[in-house]
């Protein structure tokens, strides 16, 4: 008993001193720690390449990284050309097709990849020597087969729809050509028509111009000694031959003379996306580095201590969350401030980003909030050091933009150092308030209340690519909105007269169609059934691996949708009364033999002229939904068709591409139908279509 008397006053005793700490002044922090980075090995190659090793013997396994050593350029009329040729590059070699060329990859389960920019390979330690084959296979023989060249363009085809619909997408590309103009690479966007400039025969002469040794890097970590590396790089990539690296000084960025504000439209949106950006003339390893890391970290740099978070979102409630970037690069460097917010506090939160933005220049960081985001900084990199990938492109970043050989080694010494005065400086220095690029993609229903924000009064209006907007004026049609229908229902009914057109269609009681769906970013395929029964009954179905994970049906007075949820059950969702009733006004085997009845609901807008080929425009709008298509003048078939959904959540959009119309059973359909959902893209094949024949009723009962 004595000696838990005993103990028990020993621990109050410890409980009380404790109490007696002065929690008023914050704690003292401790000498930065001395980090002790193994130094790489490096050595050079007679053809000019850079090899950086850093063995580690821990996993059986190794990494190969190649880095070209060429600076960006500029693309021109063919903007997009590096990034089509570094999504060809894993297309096949002279010696392998796509299909060898990935079962060999799987089957020694390694993992390869390759963009414009070099190839990346990690594979067992066992399996090296196969692993490097396949790795030089790609950097000497690429092949870039005619297929492929044209599989890929058209999926940059579909991706380019989404574009005009993602509004990330379109803030990013305003930002772009606002900070660095159409005569820096890092401005230059893809658009329609330089991805149609685009040829085969321009990706070959990229990939012999970009992949050269001369100027290269590669980084070799894991399970591999130095003489073992030695031999490798001399072997398998010392005889390899190409000129020289291109190399060429762009401008840093184009600083604006007063606040310029942009926008960007993005229809029916019930929420902004706000950019504010500027440019900084700073390279990599630039002495103010660490100092103005240490401010956009606690501006906006992440976590909900920021200025940002604490002002737009916990004080406000304006938005989630609102951040801050600092993008330092060899080639181009920005600060960009940027969150999504309601409409109706769009102009609110860009008066409280200008706020924070003079706030920083004007007023002292307190030692408190400067000390937490050191720390938090300090702890993110010491565990980055966890990582012999870390070290090896520590030694890549060193040589590639001439930093100091102690600069990773002394980073925790110099972030410690900086100061309230420090981060005053860098606030000053960097951060000009009234010269930013403020950019706005919404509804159109706030461009008034951005006005106060330009300098001049003047907003500047792009679309989604990042280029001054022009406004599209349709020619007037020459037919009337009741023939482009027609037209278009004669040529898939394949007949001469609308009446035929009528009788052929008004024998079709079923039809049942088969199609695979592919998503563009998954290697799967989904399959989908859709019904009809004469006259107004739909169901259709997706399924993957005979798995249903969606299902509609309409049985002409009530329908319901079911989708899978993450439990493995189904969420359903019954159609109004308002919806039966949309419904029925496209319930047929061709929506527009259904909208012929109901004129009042669609319109002719014009002729468009796309791509060199006049288009009829039709727009319809049904309950919340507004659809525009356009017919081929020439064939009369649809070419294209828009969908826009405003819901509460905001718009919903889809952007579906007609191609390759096929006979089925007399009449035409598209073979493939290429669509982007928001920013999900897939392609629908159909493999079959059954006409008038039995399909049980039970296909379009609702539950």
């Known amino acids: 008993m004595k000696n838990i008397i005993l103990g028990t006053a020993i621990a109050l005793t410890s409980v009380f001193a404790f109490g007696q700490v002065d929690r008023s002044k914050a704690p003292v922090p401790g000498p930065a720690p001395e980090i002790n980075i193994p130094e790489p090995i490096v050595f050079d190659l007679d053809n000019g390449m850079k090899v950086i090793l850093s063995p580690n013997d821990k996993i059986p ?182 000129g020289v690296p291109f190399e060429k000084e762009y401008s840093k960025g184009v600083l604006p003379q007063g606040n310029r504000v942009i926008f960007v439209e993005k229809p029916g949106a019930v929420q902004s996306v706000i950019s504010i950006s500027f440019p900084i003339d700073m390279v990599p390893g630039d002495e103010d580095q660490i100092k103005l890391s240490t401010l956009n970290k606690l501006f906006g740099g992440g976590g909900f201590g920021t200025r940002l978070m604490q002002n737009l979102r916990e004080d406000k409630a304006y938005t989630y969350g609102a951040y801050s970037n600092l993008d330092v690069d060899r080639k181009g460097s920005y600060i960009n401030a940027q969150g999504s917010f309601r409409n109706e506090v769009s102009d609110s939160a860009i008066t409280q980003f200008l706020y924070e933005f003079d706030r920083i220049t004007e007023e002292m960081v307190t030692e408190e909030e400067l000390e937490l985001n050191k720390a938090s900084m300090a702890g993110s990199f010491a565990r980055t050091l966890e990582s012999p990938r870390t070290i090896a492109n520590f030694a890549l970043s060193t040589y590639r933009n001439d930093l100091p050989a102690d600069y990773y080694q002394t980073y925790l010494q110099k972030l410690s150092n900086v100061s309230q005065e420090d ?89 049942k169609r088969d199609a695979v769906v592919v998503p563009n970013q998954a290697p799967m395929e989904l399959k989908m059934t859709t019904y009809f029964k004469a006259p107004n009954m739909t169901a259709s179905k997706m399924e993957f691996n005979g798995m249903v994970l969606q299902e509609e049906k309409f049985n002409g007075s009530a329908g319901v949708t079911k989708m899978m949820n993450q439990q493995g059950g189904f969420d359903t969702v019954e159609l109004t009364k308002e919806e039966v009733t949309n419904k029925n006004k496209t319930a047929s085997i061709f929506p527009e033999y259904s909208l012929l009845d109901n004129e009042e609901d669609f319109e002719l807008l014009g002729i468009e002229v796309k791509d060199g080929v006049e288009m009829y425009v039709i727009r319809y709008t049904i309950g919340k939904t507004t659809t525009t298509t356009h017919y081929n003048k020439e064939t009369s078939l649809k070419a294209y068709s828009e969908t826009l959904e405003v819901t509460e959540e905001g718009p919903q959009s889809i952007v579906s591409v007609y191609s390759q119309f096929t006979d089925y059973k007399g009449f035409l359909f598209p073979k493939k139908t290429s669509q982007m959902v928001e920013s999900v893209g897939m392609t629908a094949t159909i493999k079959d279509v059954e006409i008038n024949g039995k399909i049980d009723a039970k296909k379009f009962e609702v539950d």
């Open 61 to 242: 396994k190794v990494s190969f990284n190649l880095v070209m050593g060429s600076d960006p350029k500029l693309e021109g009329n063919k903007a997009g050309l590096s990034d089509i040729a570094g999504d060809l590059l894993m297309s096949g070699t002279s010696n392998r097709t796509k299909d060898e060329f990935d079962n060999e990859t799987d089957f020694i389960g390694a993992y390869l990849s390759a963009n414009s920019s070099g190839i990346y390979l990690s594979v067992l330690t066992k399996h090296m020597e196969k692993g490097l084959d396949l790795m030089t296979d790609v950097m000497k023989n690429a092949s870039f087969p005619e297929s492929e060249f044209e599989r890929i363009k058209k999926q940059y085809e579909s991706g380019l729809y989404s574009v005009k619909t993602d509004p990330s997408s379109m803030v990013s590309n305003a930002m772009a050509k606002a900070i660095f103009t159409s005569n820096h690479p890092y401005g230059e966007i893809m658009t329609e028509e330089t991805l149609k400039n685009i040829k085969r025969d321009d990706v070959v002469e990229f990939y012999k111009k970009q992949y050269t040794p001369a100027g290269s890097y590669l980084v070799i970590v894991g399970d591999i000694d130095e003489a073992e590396a030695r031999k490798i790089a001399s072997e398998r990539f010392g005889e390899w031959e190409g």
């Open 423 to 511: 981060i005053m400086k860098m606030a000053t220095d960097y951060v000009k308030p009234n010269n930013l690029n403020i950019i706005v993609v919404g509804n159109e229903e706030i461009l008034e209340n951005l006005k106060q924000f330009d300098a001049d009064g003047n907003i500047e209006i792009f679309d989604a690519f990042g280029d001054p907007k022009i406004e599209n004026t349709l020619q007037p049609a020459d037919i009337s909105k009741q023939e482009v229908f027609e037209n278009y229902l004669m040529a898939v009914t394949q007949t001469s007269k609308m009446k035929k057109a009528n009788k052929k269609i008004s024998k079709v009681k079923t039809m």
